[in-house]
């Protein structure tokens, strides 16, 4: 039994290690309070037991902090900015540092096994919608959850610090988050829903279009460009979406480099050939050591 766990152990271990980026470094220490910026600000969930939060807390790593602004957000506030559930439990929590102008928005899923549905690729991607821009995101959380519930997080830490995002661009970044997480449920790689997301934006900033027929055309466009082959439902779910935003007048081209770079970053991980095969390679090591163990059991 002792020599199993041994094994498994080993696997395990193997996995992470190669799972783990070379230039992943511990904090070192505290840091200083950024007078310009103003102080990180971090969000919990009230749904969090207190030692829920304290999980959180951790994960967020916000004792590397001299001083943080801290905010709680409740079922009230997901109806009250995007129009919930005003009964739903909150366990989604963030942590936002602001950045200067021009530095881009940057997504860090800090616990990904436990937020299930939603990429930070499908966050920048809903962020961007709603106007967030110029800041760094940590979500977390100490339990499993979708992680829709993350965003109302971040729209009350802006309304709370006196930035006033747009009620009807919040609502719509909403649903955007609801129809890639919904496309990908149907068995769409998740990578590739926040490809095609992006791609569709871009177009719409270079193309302008007046009309929903030039909106179905820009997304008919897009779906033949990824080769991605959708429902009759989900595409009709993305021409209402695309043509929400049409209506709000969002304009993209303020954000057409960040969008390149999300571009850019999906397609990282789509074609990182060498962390697939580390994956691949430490699968292959655990079970060859699995399967030494058994034949030294039986010979």
Known sequence: MKN????ALIGILLVSAALIPNNVQASTG???????????IVVYGDALSEEQ???????????????VDEFTVTGQDIANY????PNSNMYSSVKILHKDNGEGLNIDIVSPDNITEVTKEMYSNALLTAGVENAEVFVASSVQVSGHSALTGIYKAYDAKGVKLDEDRMEVASEELDVATSIADEGVDEAEVSEL??????????????????????VEEQMNNLNI????EDRQRLIDLFEQMRDLNINF??????????????????NDEGFWNKVSTAIQDFFKALADFFRSIFN
């Not at 082959?229 to 009759?232: D, H, T, W, Y």
């Open 4 to 7: 199993r766990f041994i094994v």
């Open 82 to 85: 995007i129009g919930g559930n």
């Open 53 to 67: 939060k304290s999980k959180v807390t951790e994960l967020l790593e916000v004792g590397q902090h001299d001083e």
């Open 229 to 232: 082959e959708l429902s009759e």
């Open 30 to 40: 505290n840091e200083s309070i950024n007078e310009k910026l103003g102080l990180p």
């Open 253 to 270: 081209d303020n954000v057409k480099d960040q969008l390149d770079e999300l571009t850019g970053g999906i397609q990282d991980v789509i």
């Open 197 to 218: 997301l992006t791609e569709i934006k871009k177009a719409i900033a270079e193309q302008n279009p007046a009309t929903k027929e030039e909106i179905e055309q820009i």
